[in-house]
């Protein structure tokens, strides 16, 4: 059974930072590309960040520059710092990763950007 559980999120006022953790079941992980997605209500899930076995990333336009992700293979952890974080970076951030056929997400982290 794969299992992704994120952490993280939070309320934070613009410019700010978060980091945002998602820990993976062991077997899934250390050869899988891991990814990050955010949804906010009305709208379609869109891709924030991947991050490869290898460590090579891939960023959304709209946060290049201001987010980085990295993972952890010992811990089976990948993360997302945010920093420079503006109103719309609003939403629930989800971690994602691709086994097979199957699909596999966390259960979603809340992230508010707010004054």
């Known amino acids: 059974q794969v299992q992704l559980v994120e952490s993280g999120g939070g309320l934070v006022q613009p410019g700010g930072s978060l980091r945002l953790s998602c820990a993976a079941s062991?077997?899934?992980?250390?050869?899988?590309?891991m990814a990050w997605y955010r949804q906010v209500p009305g709208k379609q899930r869109e891709s924030v960040a991947t991050?490869?076995?290898?460590?090579?990333?891939n960023y959304a336009d709209s946060v290049k520059g201001r987010f980085t992700t990295s993972r952890d293979n010992a811990k089976n952890t990948v993360y997302l710092q945010m920093n420079s974080l503006k109103p719309e970076d609003s939403a629930v951030y989800y971690c994602?990763?691709?086994?097979?056929?199957?699909?596999?997400w966390g259960q979603g982290t809340q992230v508010t950007v707010a004054s």
């Open positions: 062991g077997a899934i992980f250390t050869f899988r590309t």
């Open positions: 991050i490869a076995s290898s460590g090579r990333t």
């Open positions: 994602y990763v691709r086994v097979g056929a199957t699909d596999y």
